[in-house]
């Protein structure tokens, strides 16, 4: 499909983390950014290879923005939305969560991404970092739907094994342009030393980052300091995982040493705002972070410890979350925000090409309704994203070249109400 925006803004993203809005058009050629500018100084078509172009898109003046990352999820957790709140952490996930998880099927794990998939076009989201239980099956769902997705794996001590991740890396990777993996496991706290030296090893082999949640609660670090008598960055460090980069996903609870290994090693501090407030677990150093230039990606994490995939509440938290526990008004511009939403995910995901609206970049991309109050008056439209905007202004999602959201319509080849069926009948299957 190619596609031209007409008459849009268009928000341009600059290398300082700052952004530029053009007026003019947009055009997409198959799964990439053909051209940007105000439509005269453009050829419409190659005397050689004729462009087909779909009827244009007029914008109506509204904002194509590069579509948000989600760089830390558990997409098929959607099963268990609201079914096990208001409990604390370790009760949540030992009492329902793993229990409720053991049950699953991998068809289960299909259906259940695909209901994910969903909620993330509602939220202008382009592409996931997902880890599950059983990685092919996720890669699978993702790519019927037309939706780009990284996997990572979830290896602990009670899952599969150290070669299994090397079949899923080699597997996913070879499976198509919107799938990729990047190594990983699930926390120093479930995951043994063995396991962790085993992902070091595949690491090396393969030039791959890792990833793992890291110092999301304030027990975790404390225990892993007893076990190892360092923290659990340090300890992975120690374990010579980021030979090739890598990071931790949640990332709150640092000690001094921690972010000097942050810095040695490149590593990005992918933060999950709503699921720390929901599961009480604190409040992420955003202002430490962007003063040491460690990068940022933003994560919803899984639908159960969240409960949205939402990336406007995200982004809201992340800075006003930063405000209160720095008591400083002016830390955490939006501008850091919405790089970190859109751009830092994308270099997390090892997705460059998907970074921003550029030529010659791919064509994951969403228009932002700006003829709603909620966007009124344009004083500056990054501000307005960030602070008031809402999953309401999403109007198009597009993911490689492919719409796949549309004025409220899915085009992904499913059914919505089948989804919700096959949802509610995985959920009350169990015991
Ligand atoms: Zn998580």
Request: proline share 4%; charged share 25%; hydrophobic share 40%.
């Amino acid at each position: 499909m190619n596609v031209q925006f007409k008459n849009a803004k268009i928000l341009k993203t600059r290398d300082d983390h700052g952004f530029e809005i053009v007026d003019g058009e947009l055009w997409v050629k198959g799964n990439e950014i053909f051209y940007i500018g105000d439509g005269k100084d453009a050829e419409h078509t190659d005397c050689q290879d004729p462009i087909v172009w779909e009827n244009p898109i007029d914008c109506e003046g509204n904002l194509l923005i590069p579509g948000f990352k989600n760089a830390h999820t558990h997409t098929p957790m959607t099963f268990l939305r609201s079914y096990a709140d208001d409990m604390p952490l370790q009760d949540w996930l030992t009492k329902q969560v793993f229990p409720k998880e053991a049950q699953l099927t991998k068809e289960d794990v299909y259906w259940l991404d695909i209901l994910g998939v969903m909620e993330y076009l509602t939220s202008g989201i382009t592409s996931n970092f997902d880890m599950y239980l059983f990685p092919v099956e996720n890669a699978k769902a993702f790519r019927d739907c037309g939706f780009r997705s990284v996997q990572t794996s979830g290896i602990n001590n009670f899952s599969y094994s150290v070669k299994e991740v090397e079949e899923h890396y080699l597997a996913i990777n070879e499976m198509g342009e919107l799938n990729s993996f990047i190594l990983g496991f699930h926390a120093e706290y479930t995951t043994s030393k063995e396991i962790m030296q085993g992902i070091g090893e595949l690491a090396h082999k393969y030039k791959s980052p890792v990833f793992l949640h890291n110092a999301e609660t304030k027990r975790e670090v404390a225990e892993c300091k007893e076990r190892w008598g360092m923290t659990p960055t340090a300890l992975t460090d120690a374990l010579d995982l980021y030979r090739f980069g890598g990071g931790g996903y949640h990332m709150v609870h640092m000690e001094e040493a921690d972010f000097e290994i942050m810095k040695k090693r490149n590593l990005f501090a992918v933060t999950n705002p709503c699921s720390n407030l929901k599961l009480a677990s604190g409040i992420a150093p955003i202002k430490r972070y962007l003063d040491e230039n460690i990068p940022l990606a933003i994560g919803t994490d899984g639908p159960a410890s969240n409960n949205a995939l939402d990336f406007f509440r995200e982004m809201y938290l992340m800075t006003a979350l930063a405000k209160v526990r720095e008591e400083d008004a002016s830390c955490v511009p939006a501008e850091e925000v919405l790089y970190a939403a859109t751009a830092g995910g994308a270099h997390a995901m090892n997705l460059t090409d998907c970074d921003r609206l550029a030529v010659g970049k791919k064509a994951d991309l969403v228009m932002i309704d700006l003829n709603q109050p909620n966007m009124q008056p344009e004083n500056n439209l990054v501000k307005n994203l960030v602070y008031s905007g809402s999953k309401s202004n999403v109007k198009l999602t597009m993911v490689n070249g492919q719409i796949l959201y549309k004025d409220h319509q899915f085009r992904i080849g499913f059914d919505p109400k089948e989804i919700y069926d096959r949802a509610n009948a995985i959920i009350s299957r169990m015991n």
